[in-house]
């Protein structure tokens, strides 16, 4: 358990007490309300608002003051989804770890002869400087790809956002308590565009690209940026002190992917747990469970606007006591004398102290290392709470970078990346062994190959490697590796030629933000009964009263799934679709049900020349189709019957080939116990005909039309009527083989329909069926989270009196429950209005909240259910 100095921490609360009151008006800035971040109702307020990204694995949220986390705003919802907190660097998303307290953009510069500093936030003294503008122009945007009309959009997730540091009015802008001064803006504008992806290869990080602008009349002098990150790693659900014992450093390289004793640089700096474990919820122990924190974030600049920077990484502790407020220092020289922060080795506070350690080109040494002796490298000595440090604590860090000299009206682009990676301790009992004084033992247990990997794509995501975007003939950086092929005499092995391949790590400098996706996920429903005659979604025949729970029928329209160009090769490659089913929304809780890909085929060639043992086998071509390659060999050819044991011998060109499914060649269509067509005597339509009833299915609900030939379908059966499914249909591709990418595939949590398996609305209304009340009686023993999974799905973030749920089904699609006591008194009213059969129609959840907001106690209730189509009256007993 992580150590903490009690004396210290009781100073620095004084301290910020003192802080705090002194900026009343700047804590008072926001009216935290309605589920997000919003600005007072003035016109000409800022408009703070945030996005959330949450389409790959790493939960993350931005704001548009400079920031991204949630630690310096409060907690708050997600705009899209308001039943959800917004992530703070949740990893893996959705899930219950999060790595980032909060992170904030530094801007420093020289102006005439003052020095000014602008922050989004400085970490410590609740200064915060940069804020949008009035709505409209302050709001921040949304595109995505998966939006055919966002022409513009370049990821699944785009949020586009400006921000300045010329706010200057106290009621947003406190006054700096070191400085003693108002905030002076740099007059910067900041336009940022941040992109996210939910590919196997691109899950992982966000790519932020900034436009950074003078709009003032002055020079901005030997100007530097700068990155400011808070990790404080630990669980949502935990005790909260988990904080004091992260651990932070810079890793310049790793060994390449690729091989051949390359070394690829990544230059990130990182924030981690110390070892891994829980120790806050008596998890600390070894094997790693579920609930441990083995992962790592960092950030990684992938582009400034020169090449020949000072860069600097500092890392600190705050604290409100001099003693325990800590950062590596170097030791002054007669040419760069020792500058001191007020007494306090760690924390920049003030404008001349932020660009000191902006532009001071001072690489600190890891965390790990800061019990040992360091001043044989100029540094300062070890502090007297080293052994505590060295082993984690409350850490923060500083990436920062420059000079520039910024005309009036010049514009800096940059563009950097929050990067996430999986396994980063590899050896769970390394810690107990862990000596401060000589942690280099320990430090080599820790894991970089992941988050290395995922800062390499990162970077070819933003400039593809091998690409000449801007057609000037030149691709990048590339590196070459010796291909030998031989030749052999009476059994002796000769050199025929040796040739060096080409592999491209860099690309030409012009951005590209693109990479291999999978194709688009197919539009979804749901649909409980069955659907009677020629329907979509859940048109139920009039008068049907047959009840059919426990059934659900998945249908699906995949046109643009099956007709969408890869971006990145311009390839169609679409293989097939997959069915998923979960009880829980998080990515792990998805299985496979059914599949349907196309019977096709890999052609692995033999190079008996390989230079590497063991990969003489290579793939150089997309799949072949049963046709193509029966075109090639003959009709009677059969790829299955020849493998790597028993190749097959072309005589043309004197090759031998081995042959594989891509997928597994589930390709029948016609079987309605799999994956089948809902029509399935359709051809591909080769005439556009929106008049042709043939060709064309129209929605009665929408007036959309759907050509008949990509509608499919797949029946579930012996479902639980009174759990919450979640149905997903992804769409995957055969990968890229010139690239070594594999195949790759849409995230079942990405496009997924939440549903009962109950009998649909319009058969309660044309039967009349009694409402259905679960669990009844409601015992608060019972455990409904585990058991059941009657509540707290998706609800990680609340107290267990918070998750609790009382169902009603068997609803029509509109009406009003209302609860009473034994008494007769109102307790709560619910109003339930959903589209008729639209997913969850015949269903709604009480928490157990009076309409006084307060938790119900334990008695007899009364409910009523009152529509058009008649009332119900029920008891239900609630046991707390």
């Excluded at 769970?428 to 000589?438: F, G, H, K, S, W």
């Excluded at 299985?591 to 793939?619: C, F, H, Q």
């Amino acid at each position: 358990m992580k150590k903490f100095n009690q004396l210290g921490l009781t100073f620095a609360v004084l301290i910020l007490l003192i802080i705090i009151s002194n900026n009343a008006l700047a804590r008072a800035k926001y009216d935290i309300s309605n589920n997000q971040i919003q600005a007072r109702k003035i016109s000409e307020d800022p408009y703070v608002s945030i996005g959330v990204h949450r389409v790959g694995r790493l939960g993350l949220t931005v704001v548009n003051v400079g920031q991204i986390g949630t630690g310096f705003a409060g907690g708050q919802m997600d705009p899209r989804d308001p039943n959800r907190v917004a992530p703070s660097g949740v990893y893996p998303y959705p899930g219950n770890n999060t790595y980032l307290f909060a992170g904030a953009f530094w801007i420093g510069a020289i102006v005439g002869r003052d020095t000014l500093v602008s922050v989004g936030a400085d970490g410590w003294s609740f200064i915060q400087e940069m804020y949008p503008d009035p709505s409209p122009r302050g709001e921040v945007l949304f595109r995505s790809i998966s939006n055919p009309s966002d022409l513009d959009a370049v990821s699944e997730e785009d949020f586009i956002m400006m921000y300045t540091d010329t706010v200057t009015n106290p009621a947003f802008v406190a006054a700096d308590p070191n400085d003693g001064r108002p905030h002076i803006p740099l007059n910067i504008e900041v336009n940022q565009r941040s992109y996210a992806w939910s590919y196997s290869y691109s899950e992982d990080f966000v790519l932020f690209d900034m436009s950074i602008k003078n709009i003032g009349n002055r020079v901005l002098n030997q100007f530097y940026m700068g990155m400011y990150v808070d990790g404080d790693v630990g669980s949502l659900s935990g005790s909260g002190m988990e904080f004091t014992d992260d651990i932070c450093g810079f890793k310049r390289d790793i060994p390449s992917p690729l091989g051949h004793g390359w070394v690829d640089t990544i230059n990130i700096a990182y924030i981690s747990d110390n070892n891994g474990r829980d120790d806050s919820n008596n998890q600390d122990e070894c094997p790693f469970g579920a609930g441990n924190y083995t992962g790592v974030h960092g950030m990684r600049v992938v582009r400034t606007p020169s090449d020949s920077l000072k860069y600097s990484f500092n890392w600190w502790i705050s604290n409100g006591g001099a003693a325990l407020d800590f950062g590596p220092r170097m030791a002054g020289t007669a040419e760069d004398p020792f500058r001191d922060f007020g007494g306090f080795l760690g924390t920049p506070e003030g404008d001349r102290n932020k660009y000191y350690i902006m532009s001071h080109e001072e690489f600190d040494y890891d965390q790990l290392f800061c019990a040992k002796d360091n001043t044989n490298d100029g540094w300062l000595e070890r502090s007297s709470e080293a052994d505590d440090f060295a082993d984690g604590f409350d850490t923060r860090y500083l990436l920062s970078f420059g000079p520039f000299d910024v005309s009036p009206g010049e514009v800096l682009p940059l563009t950097f990346a929050y990067v996430a990676g999986d396994n980063f301790f590899s050896d769970c009992d390394a810690y107990d062994r862990l000596n401060r004084y000589a942690p280099e033992e320990y430090y080599n247990t820790l894991n970089f190959d992941e988050i290395g990997l995922n800062a390499i794509w990162a970077e070819q995501i933003y400039d593809n490697p091998g690409v000449d975007t801007d057609g000037d003939g030149y691709r990048g950086k590339y590196r070459t590796y010796p291909e030998t092929t031989f030749y052999y005499i009476d059994e002796v092995q000769y050199i025929d030629e040796i040739t060096l391949d080409t592999v491209y790590y860099k690309g030409d400098g012009v951005p590209d933000f693109k990479g291999a996706s999978p194709p688009p996920a197919p539009e979804l429903w749901v649909i409980n009964p069955y659907p009677v005659g020629d329907t979509i979604r859940s048109l139920v025949t009039p008068g049907l009263t047959e009840t059919n729970a426990g059934e659900m029928t998945i249908q699906w329209y995949g046109y643009r799934s099956e007709t969408t160009q890869d971006p990145f090769s311009g390839e169609l490659d679409f293989e097939g679709y997959r069915i998923y089913m979960s009880l829980t929304e998080e990515l792990l809780g998805y299985y496979e049900v059914s599949s349907y890909d196309k019977e096709n085929y890999n052609r692995y060639e033999y190079n008996p020349n390989s230079s590497t043992a063991g990969e003489e086998w290579e793939l150089n071509d997309l799949p072949f189709t049963i046709d193509e390659l029966k075109a090639l060999y003959g009709e009677g050819f059969n790829p299955n019957e020849y493998t790597r044991d028993r190749p097959f011998y072309w005589e043309v060109n004197s090759t031998n080939y081995a042959f594989a499914a891509q997928d597994w060649n589930q390709s029948t269509l016609t079987d309605t116990t799999f994956i089948h067509k809902v029509y399935p005597d359709q051809q591909f339509p080769t005439v556009l005909n929106h008049d042709s009833a043939w060709v064309y299915y129209r929605d009665e609900m929408t007036d959309d039309r759907y050509f008949k030939y990509f509608m499919y379908e797949f029946k579930i059966t012996n479902l639980l009527p009174s759990q919450l499914y979640y149905f997903s249909v992804t769409a995957f591709d055969f990968g890229s083989p010139s690239s070594d990418l594999a195949s790759l595939e849409t995230r079942p949590n990405k496009n997924y329909v939440a549903e009962y398996p109950q009998n649909q609305t319009s058969m309660v209304e044309a039967g009349g069926l009694d409402v259905v009340v679960y669990p009844n009686p409601y015992r608060g023993d019972a455990n409904y989270k585990d058991i059941g999974f009657f509540e707290g799905r998706g609800l990680d973030n609340l107290n267990d009196e918070r998750i609790r749920r009382i169902h009603f089904t068997n609803l029509p699609h509109k009406c009003t429950i209302r609860i009473f006591s034994i008494d007769g008194d109102l307790v709560r009213q619910l109003e339930h209005d959903e589209p008729i059969d639209f997913p969850g129609s015949m269903h709604e959840e009480w928490d157990l909240i009076t309409r006084n907001t307060q938790m119900v106690v334990s008695g007899i209730y009364y409910y009523s259910v009152e529509s058009e189509f008649g009332s119900q009256i029920g008891k239900l007993v609630i046991i707390l």
